[in-house]
């Protein structure tokens, strides 16, 4: 472990090449992120539950490159220095995913807005 | 104002309450986890309950029904009267039965414990005039007045001990005398101040809360969590208001930062009914005499000294030699906790040691851990940590565990 300097970043890196990797051998029933909300959830982590789908309706159409990014800026609280050491991509590019993926939810919250406003 | 723009955006998308991993998901990891443990020790039986012994002789490192250390502080305030009253109660009980649960394995040591197993249910019977049971189905432990027997009632074997070898049932030998104890807690309470040890009331119980950090050294963190005495735990005692009586004790241990208990005494029965076959030790079991008498015997009809004065790693070498050529005496000196057919049946008859690592030790285990790789005679390879120890009057290393 001597060639870790990060040991944080080192592990969510780990569990996510595991993670895919797991995926890949094994065949889910995969629900739609609009049917998660029918999970049943025990009730002390229903505060969660309905955060993390409040947060995966506003990413929703967003790529998952994207996504990632978001998710490791806004929930890990990770710096792009950081984000750009995990995901093993340049800074830049990390912060230029960010940038683009915010735009678009604000252009999708400006269209819900608009859409809101003529239908009053 | 696209700035104030992109900051009401990252709230948003920032969660309003913090994730972390539900209990729900972490007994779901934790149960996977565990079908792909560490080598357990499990095949190889109480490979750690002489130095527990030993500890144990030591009256200041027991503490509390299963405090193996004592805990960083206690309470500020007189609770030793509630002690005493526990342990007064005690001289007018005609022996007890406890039942509690243990996050283990059925067969593994009675030490044994860890957060991602399954429950196994143990009832401890203790009887006024010394004999004792203690029965975790997969294991049994028992006194019958004259010796102490250990046996796997599923593989019809086990070991005949000396009489004082009750730290053979570690940490739960504490129960063998309640009294005792809670005694030794009265005195520990009255001449201690501090500030990890809380008590809180009820109209009809008392609740001791203690907060213990995990004994040894985890610079090598093998051994962390396979005990109690190797975690971090919190451990709560209740008594009755009425008469001091204990009537119940858990202890819990955090994994991923979520609460896991460990153990859990539900019930003692007081003045419990006890027949003469409680302790009727069974007739069809494969007895191992490890009695001094008995142990000073094998000395010498045994090569002991082929494993005295060298380094663990030289005895593991040896050790696979010897299994490889099937040499029994070698093998009966170094493996003397374990029938050799037992060995022979698990496939290590003709096996090879193919890579050996770096012995290492951790926790408060006294002896020490060598990874291994071996290839069977059937060719499959497999992966053991061996736990040997040179404690013994022979100075010679003897495997206690995970082969």
């Known amino acids: 472990m001597r060639h870790v300097n990060q040991l944080e970043h080192y592990l969510i890196r780990s569990v996510c090449n595991k993670c895919r990797d797991y995926q890949r051998k094994k065949q889910y029933d995969l629900v739609p992120i609009e049917d998660a909300a029918r999970i049943p959830v025990p009730e002390s982590d229903r505060p969660m539950h309905e955060e993390f789908l409040r947060i995966s309706k506003l990413l929703e159409d967003l790529p998952e490159q994207q996504q990632e990014v978001v998710r490791l800026k806004c929930t890990d609280g990770l710096k792009f220095r950081e984000i750009a050491s995990v995901l093993e991509i340049p800074e830049a590019t990390a912060k230029s995913r960010y940038r683009y993926a915010i735009e678009h939810i604000q252009d999708k919250l400006n269209k819900t807005s608009k859409n809101h406003e003529t239908e009053q | ?403």
């Open chain 2, 1 to 403: 104002m696209k700035r104030n723009n992109n900051n009401e955006i990252e709230q948003q998308l920032t969660p309003k309450c913090e994730f972390h991993a539900s209990e729900d998901l972490v007994g779901k990891v934790l149960n996977a986890a565990a079908e792909e443990a560490r080598p357990s020790t499990a095949a190889a039986p109480a490979f750690r309950w002489r130095a527990v012994f030993a500890a144990a002789a030591a009256v200041a490192a027991v503490v509390a029904l299963f405090i193996t250390v004592k805990p960083v502080g206690t309470p500020a305030y007189a609770a030793e009267n509630l002690f005493a009253r526990a342990a007064e109660y005690f001289t007018m009980v005609n022996g007890y039965s406890v039942h509690f649960d243990v996050r283990t394995e059925p067969q593994e040591q009675f030490s044994y414990s860890n957060p991602t197993k399954g429950i196994v249910h143990h009832t401890m019977t203790v009887a006024s005039d010394g004999r004792w049971k203690l029965d975790k189905v997969g294991r049994i432990a028992e006194y019958d007045g004259s010796d102490i027997y250990v046996w796997f009632p599923e593989e019809g074997w086990g070991w005949k001990h000396d009489s004082d070898k009750t730290g053979i049932i570690f940490p739960f030998d504490n129960l063998l005398d309640l009294g005792g104890m809670m005694r030794w807690l009265e005195e520990y309470v009255a001449g201690s101040h501090g500030a990890d040890c809380r008590k809180v009331e009820d109209d009809e119980t008392v609740k001791l809360i203690v907060t213990v950090p995990a004994q040894g050294d985890y610079s090598n963190s093998y051994m962390k969590q396979a005990s109690i005495g190797d975690s971090d735990t919190k451990q709560t005692y209740v008594f009755s208001k009425a008469d001091g009586r204990l009537l119940s004790a858990k202890i819990d241990t955090k994994v991923l930062g979520v609460s896991r208990t460990i153990l859990n005494a539900k019930s003692i029965d007081y003045d419990t009914a006890i027949t003469a076959s409680t302790f009727a030790v069974p007739m069809n079991v494969e007895w191992l005499d490890h009695t001094r008498k008995a142990l000073a015997g094998l000395a010498a009809e045994l090569p002991m000294g082929e494993f005295a004065g060298i380094g663990a790693e030289e005895a593991v070498e040896k050790l696979f030699k010897a299994l490889h050529d099937w040499d029994e005496p070698m093998l009966k000196a170094v493996l003397r906790a374990y029938p050799l057919k037992r060995i022979e049946a698990k496939g290590f008859k003709g096996c090879t040691l193919a890579r050996r690592g770096e012995s290492f030790r951790s926790g408060s285990y006294v002896g020490v851990f060598v990874p291994c790789e071996v290839q069977l005679a059937t060719g499959r390879k497999i992966k053991v940590k061996l736990a040997l120890r040179d404690d013994n009057q022979w100075h010679a290393w003897t495997v206690d565990g995970g082969i």
